[in-house]
């Protein structure tokens, strides 16, 4: 019993040597100097965001629309 804990230790052990070293992610845009956070870039942020949103949700709707229309024209013949 004591060898299979042993073993499983080993185990776990070189499984944790193969993972990369971890590396902090890069920035995409630079921090101020001071600190401080500029309340434009964050609601830039936010538009940019919602507008995507509001392109996917226009796409969504028409496809669903388009498939009610051409599922009512085959019904109807």
């Given at each position: 019993m004591f060898?299979?804990?042993m073993s499983a230790e080993k185990i776990i052990s070189t499984e944790l040597k193969?993972?990369?070293p971890l590396e902090t992610p890069k920035k995409s845009e630079e921090v101020l100097s001071s600190g401080r956070v500029d309340i434009n870039h964050l609601l830039a942020r936010v538009r940019k965001k919602d507008k995507e949103e509001n392109k996917i949700n226009i796409i969504f709707f028409s496809?669903?629309?388009?498939l009610i229309l051409i599922v009512g024209i085959l019904l109807s013949l």
């Open positions: 060898y299979s804990i193969d993972f990369p496809m669903l629309a388009t």
